[in-house]
């Protein structure tokens, strides 16, 4: 059973660059696809990024040249960094696998959240 | 882009009710749509996938129908551990990847 954990500083400065990582137990990281996603407190699920099996990346065009997401995979984890943080970017930051099933795909499971504030 | 709306934001309802949500594509996405569950302080849980699909180990209670542009997830019967809030998401695509803005289920 994959379980994920993301962790990082619960504190960034407005401006640096936000790094988390998720650690993957129960599989490897290079055999599925892993998405970003985060929630501003009080407020709905806005995607960040993914990278798929086959390496490919792609992210939220709202936030595309600030992201950067990759596999570490000695580590057996996936990476976010964000860069030039704002207050905007304050949230619960979530790793999440994706499943697939025939053309379908859907996430599961998610990691705990790391909550991520952004400071002045 | 592919904007998903929910609907209604919020809604009260009492135990044993029957519960329908609705989510709305932009644009047609066949049957690619998903439904999660989220409690206070807690991550995401997929309840439905593929529009009708009922993940394993969820309840019977919930149901999903629709395809094209108009989905819902029904509860039958509420439970009090089906308070949360329900989150579409469309696996339709990729670029970019999209979500209701959720419905918030409370206790009336």
């Known amino acids: 059973q994959v379980q994920l954990q993301e962790s990082g500083p619960g504190l960034v400065k407005s401006s640096e660059t936000l790094s988390l990582t998720c650690t993957v137990s129960g599989g490897s990281v290079s055999s599925y696809s892993w998405s970003w996603i985060r929630q501003p407190p009080g407020k709905g699920l806005e995607w960040i990024g993914y990278?798929?099996?086959?390496?490919?990346?792609n992210s939220n065009p709202s936030l595309k040249s600030r992201v950067t997401v990759s596999l570490v995979t000695s580590k057996n984890q996936v990476s976010l960094k964000l860069t030039s943080v704002t207050a905007a970017d304050t949230a619960a930051y979530y790793c999440a696998r994706h499943v697939a099933s025939g053309s379908h795909y859907w996430f599961d499971p998610w990691g705990q959240g790391n909550l991520v504030i952004v400071s002045s | 882009d592919i904007q998903m709306t929910q609907s209604p934001s919020s809604l009260s309802a009492s135990i044993g009710d029957r519960v329908t949500i609705t989510c709305r594509a932009s644009?047609?996405?066949?049957?690619?749509l998903n439904w999660y569950q989220q409690k206070p302080g807690k991550a995401p849980t997929v309840v439905i996938y593929?529009?009708?699909t009922l993940q394993s180990g969820v309840p019977s209670r919930f149901s999903g129908s629709g395809s094209g542009t108009d989905f819902t997830l029904t509860i039958s019967s509420l439970q009090p551990e089906d308070f949360a809030t329900y989150y579409c998401h469309q696996g339709y695509s990729m670029s970019p990847i999209s979500f209701g803005q959720g419905t918030r289920l409370d206790i009336k």
């Open positions: 990278i798929l099996s086959g390496g490919i990346t």
């Open positions: 593929a529009a009708s």
């Open positions: 644009q047609t996405i066949s049957n690619y």
